[in-house]
């Protein structure tokens, strides 16, 4: 799958493993969340 291969890459080229790239990617995501309002739906 195109999401798998990405991980992979992504973690190759953060140096760590998958498990820790994924983590990282949803504190990430998690914390740009937050930012915008922790609303699921924009408000145009």
Known sequence: ???TKD???????QG?????A???GMEA???EFAEK????Y???
């Open 37 to 40: 309002g922790n609303e699921i």
């Open 22 to 24: 994924i983590k990282n």
């Open 7 to 13: 991980v992979r890459k992504y973690a190759a080229e």
């Open 1 to 3: 799958m195109k999401i």
């Open 29 to 31: 995501k998690s914390k």
């Open 16 to 20: 760590v493993a998958e498990e820790e």
């Open 42 to 44: 924009a408000k145009a």
